[in-house]
């Protein structure tokens, strides 16, 4: 029993020392993406074709890391019950397009483009706006990294009940899982067909912000084809 509670005492001085250290490494990764931001704004002085390249390579490493900062406070914070969601009215559809301009890089690199099918008749819905759009940026950046060059990523806004529903279709699918919706347990992710350890918390996270916010998601795949992600969100 001594082990037992000496084991867990461990582990959690582990979380608690990773989520002081991640907290402590959020500003100055703010401070780099804003700093890049003001050079890639050519404010202090005109860029040329090289140097705007590095600068987006730089950029894309910070908000990485920034995204993996959040994962894992996200994660301390969920399981150590202090995570909260602040809803307020916004309109869906002119919120997916703020979401969608914060990939434009990622989208660029690869020649890819999305296509918007929208349905819905009332697109107003209260949510943690901060939260979906990590959610959605998640779901986009995981979409574009698996799927071809040249390749178009199909985004379907549509209702069912009274909620609010989003799927993103994406080209390709590498992984065979017996169960797909495997991919949203922690520590899992698609790594060459199999399912596999690793530090990444992303979709572990998407799953827990859609919940949180009384909602669903699930994956459905086809080998070598296309991969959708499918989410629903109440209205209130």
């Not at 940026?137 to 060059?149: E, F």
Request: net charge positive; with cysteine; charged share 25%.
């Amino acid at each position: 029993m001594n082990n037992i509670k000496e084991q867990k005492t461990k582990t959690q001085d582990k979380e608690s020392l990773l989520a002081m250290v991640s907290h402590d490494l959020k500003n100055p990764v703010f401070s780099g993406i804003m700093a890049l931001k003001l050079l890639q704004d050519a404010k202090l002085s005109p860029l040329n074709n090289y140097q705007t390249e590095i600068l987006s390579g730089l950029m894309f490493g910070l908000k990485y890391m920034q995204n993996l900062i959040e994962n894992v406070l996200d994660r301390y914070k969920l399981e150590n019950k202090v995570y909260y969601i602040h809803k307020v009215p916004v309109d869906f559809a002119v919120f997916l397009n703020s979401a969608i301009n914060e990939c434009k890089f990622l989208l660029s690199d690869k020649k890819q483009t999305i296509k918007v099918i929208n349905s819905l008749k009332n697109a107003n819905i209260q949510i943690d706006i901060l939260e979906i759009t990590r959610a959605i940026n998640n779901l986009l950046s995981n979409s574009i990294k698996y799927s071809p060059a040249n390749s178009k990523i199909i985004i379907k806004l549509f209702e069912k009940n009274d909620n609010i529903c989003m799927s993103i279709e994406n080209a390709g699918c590498n992984f065979k899982l017996e169960n797909p919706n495997e991919i949203f347990d922690k520590f899992v992710s698609i790594n060459n067909d199999n399912k596999s350890l690793a530090s990444g918390l992303g979709l572990y996270i998407v799953k827990e912000i859609i919940t949180e916010h009384g909602g669903e998601i699930f994956v459905e795949c086809e080998y070598g084809k296309f991969t959708r992600f499918t989410f629903s969100l109440p209205r209130k």
